[in-house]
């Protein structure tokens, strides 16, 4: 059984930085397709970013050129490195994977979630 077990979550002042990650446990970790998405109160879960297993990744709009998404396959593990956080980057932010090779930002293509870690960015 895949387990995804994300950290790094805290609150930070608007400019600050964070860094998520995310264990990968009872799969094999460089087969899948990894996500990054989140959930704000009243907000629908939104893909942030994700990794193919070729290293290509995909950013929505808002957070490219302050987050990044990278792996270590040799830990199991996913980041997302986030950078000058806005007030409206929080959320709780879930990693995902898929058995599969694409990235994607669709939430319904990702079989396995963790449990969310929060972020919240303060004016």
């Known amino acids: 059984q895949v387990q995804l077990t994300e950290s790094g979550g805290s609150s930070v002042q608007a400019g600050g930085s964070l860094r998520l990650s995310c264990v990968v446990s009872?799969?094999?970790?460089?087969?899948?397709?990894m996500g990054w998405f989140r959930q704000a109160p009243g907000r629908e879960r939104e893909g942030v970013a994700s990794?193919?297993?070729?290293?290509?990744?995909k950013y929505r709009d808002s957070v490219k050129g302050r987050f990044t998404i990278s792996q270590d396959n040799a830990k199991n593990t996913l980041y997302l490195q986030m950078d000058n956080l806005k007030p409206e980057d929080t959320a709780i932010y879930y990693c995902?994977?898929?058995?599969?090779?694409?990235?994607?930002?669709?939430?319904?293509?990702?079989?396995?979630w963790g449990q969310g870690t929060q972020v919240t960015v303060s004016s």
């Open positions: 990794i193919g297993t070729d290293g290509a990744t």
């Open positions: 995902a994977a898929r058995a599969d090779p694409f990235w994607s930002l669709q939430a319904i293509l990702y079989r396995h």
């Open positions: 009872g799969g094999t970790f460089k087969t899948y397709a």
